[in-house]
């Protein structure tokens, strides 16, 4: 996993410098760029990104996820949209809709869950829409998810990619939400929205100052963070004037994109599971980077290593402006611990034949859930619409209405 906080700055070589030298041309062509620009360009460069690239996740590559530390986990969160979609009456027909999805395993996880209670879900039209922008890691969910390599879309489809799960769901592939059809939808953000652009800001004596990044003077195939020399756009709209940290990082990417959840699930009906490390608007310098499970420079060799920034959730919950209820950021651990993971773990043991099997399993669920590893410093958040918590029409008559049950999860799991 990756640690939850704190940067490292060692020295890290390696990568073949393409994008180290794309970037220093355009910082002497055009001058110090913000860190978001730095970031899109180190992450998601079509050429040279690390998603488009590497996207080392897992054992083998740079930080592990949840979903790949275990089943149970996806397994969980596969019952928590089961347990929204008959809290919300089980609509005909739902889209999962996946943001980043990696190597497709929380997927995987999700639709064998959805496989194994195909009895209840049994009258219910399926799909699964994936958002991601690389197409290499595209290439792994593919595989992953259908058991074989997928063939690209005609040009003019909003889908790149298609193909059909193992258990028989359509799978389509999208770079952005956009192009997603509207429908009712479980969106789900696992580890996504740490990985869109920040911009940072340091509070000076002449005010806010934007941080950039341009070249080293003494070092010029080096890297060096710089503050803006007067106020940017960015300073202008993007501090409150109530702010009380003297650095700040702010993610308006991430803001758009849960803006669009909260519209699409105002008007269309579902509900959106975000689960990420953050913070409800308290941190300060978050932003760092990982290669081969170590910290990296964010500033060394980019386009080698993830880059990363806690999520401010208070920020997201501003950016649904109210169109839909929010729930959380509850603890990782508290989260798994209201949808069962206790029961699953007990199950998993008793099922296991052999010692390593279950040493394996107890390792994985105390770093799920341990405080000291993922258990605290992951949280999960959650949009639901307005009616899914509250009787539109409670006010006028309280009592003629039965109880809403609550939201797994975040309270305990009732499946009825
Ligand atoms: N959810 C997965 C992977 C997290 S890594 C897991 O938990 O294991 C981040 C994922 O988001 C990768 O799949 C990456 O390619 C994708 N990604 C990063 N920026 C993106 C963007 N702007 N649009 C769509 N996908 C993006």
Known sequence: ARPCSGAGRQAAAGGDGALLRHLCRKLRASGPVTVAEYMREALTNPAQGYYTRRGGIGESGDFITSPEISQVFGELIGIWYISEWMAMGKPNTFQLVELGPGRGTLTEDILRVFNQLSSVLSKCDVSVHLVEVSPKLGEIQARMLTGRKVQPSPKDESAYMKGISKTGIPIFWYRDIQDVPSGYSFYLAHEFFDALPI?????????????????????????????????????????????????????????????????????????????????????????????????????????????????????????????????????????????????????????????????????????????????????????????????????????????????AGFNELLLK
Request: net charge negative.
């Open 199 to 407: 911009h940072k800001f340091q509070r000076t004596e002449k005010g806010w100052r934007e941080v950039l990044v341009d070249i080293d003077p003494e070092a010029p195939d080096q890297l060096r963070f710089v503050l803006s020399p007067s106020s940017t756009p960015a300073t202008e709209n993007f501090i409150q004037p109530e702010e009380t940290r003297d650095h700040v990082e702010v993610c308006p990417e991430a803001g758009v994109i849960i803006q669009r959840l909260a519209c699409r699930i105002e008007k269309d009906g579902g509900a959106a599971l975000v689960a990420d490390y953050g913070h409800d608007g308290t941190k300060t310098d978050t932003f760092r980077g990982f290669r081969n499970h170590k910290l990296h420079d964010v500033l060394s060799a980019p386009g080698t290593a993830d880059l990363t920034a806690d999520v401010d959730f208070s920020y997201l919950r501003k950016m649904t402006q109210e169109r839909t209820t929010t729930l959380g950021p509850i603890k990782q651990r508290e989260f798994l611990k209201n949808m069962g993971i206790d029961l699953r773990l007990q199950v998993l043991l008793q099922n296991s034949r052999d010692t390593a099997t279950c040493e394996q399993l107890l390792h994985s669920y105390d770093m799920l859930m341990n405080p000291e590893n993922m258990g605290d410093c992951f949280n999960f958040f959650a949009l639901l619409p307005h009616h899914r918590l509250v009787h539109p029409d409670k006010k006028d008559k309280p009592e003629s209405k039965s109880p809403l049950p609550p939201v």
